[in-house]
């Protein structure tokens, strides 16, 4: 039996309606393929500079300028030296590398990942910080540093292991022999900022911090600090390096880390210069 449709002009709009309809979502969906592609090229080219925490101040400081004096934008990203070294060796695409101490920037210059074995951009300074509200009178003096550990709850210091200023603080406490009074207390911080947080949080009643840090206007309304002498520990050489085929935009910022303006920046908030 042959059946017959018989097709309206009706038909016919809805049709080509149906079809216009079709075509349009096609065109929105292919259209938010493409910007999702480009936004993550975009993203993936970013110059990306790494530094250490306990540089955040005296950077954004250093980045502000930059940029007024007509810089183009960096992704800066903060954290432990230790652990950006490690994802550099894995493969981590960043540009540049501001470290907290020497020997990471140069294990990747012989690893063959950098340019050159960079530049000692800084040195850094210890510092004794504890939480207003304890009222603790901060001595180097041996024996009464050693009955402020006891009396306290905790004490915090960064990964020594990853962090230098860690390491500076543990050799502090070997230097004054209360390594042993303290270790039970201690609480370790994944970066420096981290660990001053612990005591500007009242989580720990003392640590050992970088002194760009303990004299930075937010750490400075919550907790007291005294500056460490060099001979306490370690010289703190901070050294920055370029890795492999850096983009201009983060060739230029090196340099201008580099310059008078950014040195006397890195002064103004406690290091001092080769």
Known sequence: MLVITKVTSWSFAKLRVTMKLKRFFLSKTLLSVVTVFFATLVNAQQA?????????????????????????????????????????????????????DESFPIA???QGLTVDEGKVYAIGRLALIAHKSR???????PVELKKIIEDTNKIAIAKPDTAPYGKAAT????????YESAKNKIVFGENISSATMFVTSGSAGIGLTAYSLAKSKEVL????????????????????????????SVVDFYAYLQSPKAKDVFRLHGYSSL
């Not at 009222?135 to 003096?141: A, E, R, V, Y």
């Not at 309304?221 to 890795?243: G, S, Y």
């Open 48 to 100: 990306t500079v790494v530094v250490a925490a306990n540089m955040k101040p005296a950077m954004e400081e250093i980045y502000r300028q930059y940029k007024m004096a007509g810089g183009q934008d960096l992704r800066i990203i903060y954290g432990s030296s230790g652990n950006f070294a490690r994802q550099i060796q894995q493969g981590a695409p960043f540009n540049l590398f501001v470290s907290a």
């Open 108 to 110: 990747l210059h012989h």
């Open 135 to 141: 009222k603790i009178k901060l001595s180097l003096n």
């Open 171 to 178: 050799d502090f406490l070997n230097a004054l022999g209360l």
């Open 221 to 248: 309304q919550l907790a007291d600090h005294l500056l460490i002498p060099n001979n306490f520990h370690e010289p703190i050489k901070q050294r920055m390096v370029l890795l492999k085929n850096p983009p201009r």
